[in-house]
């Protein structure tokens, strides 16, 4: 009977990842479905008002809601300001949700902590959960991104390339604590490979009708695409490949 005992995670979202209208959400919320039939899986969703997110998951996560308050998110942000934190990472620490995850985790123990992106690890007290390893999945490089962002988007450039130094840094720091990282490309994957402990790379996959297609089975002179198409790389990019 042991056997049928699946290994537990505990994933603690930033963000209510509804709508699916961005790629690490849409990235997250698969990779969260095809866990749940191997795992164990206890879900965090932050949400500020009623959300569809449910209807887009396994009904197999065990999910835990929490309704945002104003102050906690408040405190959180400056608090982690304070601590010379990325921007776009303290404006998703919330102190009232870090405590309501603690609560709710007090008397568990899990095999994984799992996050989509680093930017919910303030919502973590990593101290009081009980678990053996950490594994943060980055979907894209952080830092890589804003310095990339610092020397295309011209009017916020100050903005990105000191947000891009920050991150740096905040790499630095969650490198001695995440037992892994998770990237989709090889080619990011040889930014981090010298700063953490073990980066893997993970490609984008879908189960469609119980099953995953393997690259040898797939439609010939056809493909998809998952990502973002408010980001103008995107466009250019999708633009390229019709033509």
């Known amino acids: 009977w042991l056997k049928l005992i699946k290994p537990k995670i505990l994933t603690v979202l930033n963000e209510d990842f509804y709508p699916i209208n961005k790629g690490y959400r849409k990235v997250g919320i698969d990779r969260l479905n095809l866990l749940s039939n191997y795992y164990d899986l206890d879900l965090f969703v932050p949400q500020k008002k009623r959300s569809e997110l449910i209807s887009s998951i396994n009904e197999k996560i065990n999910v835990f809601k929490y309704n945002k308050k104003i102050f906690g998110s408040m405190v959180g942000f400056l608090s982690s300001i304070l601590k010379i934190n990325p ?67 011209h009017y916020l450039s100050i903005l990105y390339y000191f947000e891009y130094k920050l991150f740096l840094k905040f790499e630095n720091k969650i490198s001695r604590i995440a037992d892994s990282i998770l990237l989709i490309s090889q080619k990011d994957k040889q930014i981090y490979k010298k700063k953490f402990k073990k980066v893997y790379c993970v490609p984008h996959i879908k189960k469609i009708n119980n099953s995953i297609v393997k690259y040898k089975n797939r439609n010939k002179n056809s493909f998809c695409f998952s990502g973002n198409l408010s980001y103008e790389e995107n466009i250019i990019s999708i633009t390229f490949i019709i033509k």
């Open 87 to 153: 921007i776009s990472v303290s404006i998703y620490t919330d102190l009232s949700y870090r405590k309501f995850v603690e609560k709710k985790t007090l008397n568990t123990k899990y095999d994984y902590v799992y996050l989509i992106t680093p930017r919910g690890i303030g919502n973590l007290n990593l101290k009081k959960i009980s678990y053996k390893k950490l594994i943060i999945d980055f979907v894209d490089p952080q830092s890589a991104t804003f310095n990339y962002r610092s020397k295309k988007i």
